[in-house]
T-cell receptor, first 112, second 114 residues
C-alpha cells in the first residue's frame, strides 16, 4: 500500500509556463483534495473532488484547474504559472463517511 | 466560510514540561476538529481528533478539549520530548453537503529544548 503519492517531488518553472501535478491513491478513497502550503499560512484548499466525476472550488482556486481522471487519480494544472504560485502543494484523500484526510508527500514548486 | 485562528504561532518549552496550543473557529456547523503534526519537510499527519459530541479525548501524552459554546478547542501535550518538536495545525471540519472540508489554522511551531 503506497497510500497517497505525488509527482514530481520538486519543480522549477519560469513565469508563464504550464505544468500538471499528479496525485494518486491506492486506498479506494472517494474524496481527494489539493492544498497549497505557504510559510505562516497553514494549508489552504485549492480544489477538491468529493467523488469520482465531481470537482469543486476551495478557498484559493484562481490560476488552477483540476481533473479527477478516475477514482485513483486527481491532477492539478497550472496553465500559466506566476511567482505567487511558488508553494508546497499537498494532495490528500479521504474515504467515504470519514473525516480523516491522508496526505501525500508534497510537491515543492518554484516559479521564477 | 469557516475561519480558524490558532495561537501561539511559536512555542518553546523545556523537555518534560507541558505544551498547550489553542484554536478558535467561527462556524457553528463545524463538527470535527483534528490536529495534525508536520515535521520539517514531511507531510502533515493526524495525531488526534475530536467530534462535536465529545468534550475531551486523550491518547497517551496528548489530549484535546472542545468547548462548543465558546467555539474553541485546545491541544495539550504533557511530558514533552524533543521528538515532539514540529509544526502543529488545528482544523475545523464540516460534513455539510458531503464535502467534509477542513479549514486549517496557520500552525504553531513547537520547539522542545532538551
Amino acid at each position: 500500500n503506497a497510500g497517497v503519492t505525488q509527482t514530481p517531488k520538486f519543480q522549477v518553472l519560469k513565469t508563464g509556463q504550464s505544468m500538471t501535478l499528479q496525485c494518486a491513491q491506492d486506498m479506494n478513497h472517494n474524496s481527494m483534495y489539493w492544498y497549497r502550503q505557504d510559510p505562516g499560512m497553514g494549508l489552504r484548499l485549492i480544489y477538491y473532488s468529493a467523488s469520482e466525476g465531481t470537482t469543486d472550488k476551495g478557498e484559493v482556486p484562481n490560476g488552477y484547474n483540476v481533473s479527477r481522471l478516475n477514482k485513483r487519480e486527481f491532477s492539478l494544472r497550472l496553465e500559466s504559472a506566476a511567482p505567487s504560485q511558488t508553494s508546497v502543494y499537498f494532495c490528500a484523500s479521504r474515504r467515504l463517511s470519514s473525516y480523516e484526510q491522508y496526505f501525500g508527500p508534497g510537491t515543492r514548486l518554484t516559479v521564477t | 466560510g469557516e475561519n480558524v485562528e490558532q495561537h501561539p504561532s511559536t512555542l518553546s518549552v523545556q523537555e518534560g514540561d507541558s505544551a498547550v496550543i489553542k484554536c478558535t473557529y467561527s462556524d457553528s456547523a463545524s463538527n470535527y476538529f483534528p490536529w495534525y503534526k508536520q515535521e520539517l519537510g514531511k507531510r502533515p499527519q493526524l495525531i488526534i481528533d475530536i467530534r462535536s459530541n465529545v468534550g475531551e479525548k486523550k491518547d497517551q501524552r496528548i489530549a484535546v478539549t472542545l468547548n462548543k459554546t465558546a467555539k474553541h478547542f485546545s491541544l495539550h501535550i504533557t511530558e514533552t520530548q524533543p521528538e515532539d518538536s514540529a509544526v502543529y495545525f488545528c482544523a475545523a471540519g464540516d460534513s455539510g453537503a458531503g464535502s467534509y472540508q477542513l479549514t486549517f489554522g496557520k500552525g504553531t511551531k513547537l520547539s522542545v529544548i532538551p
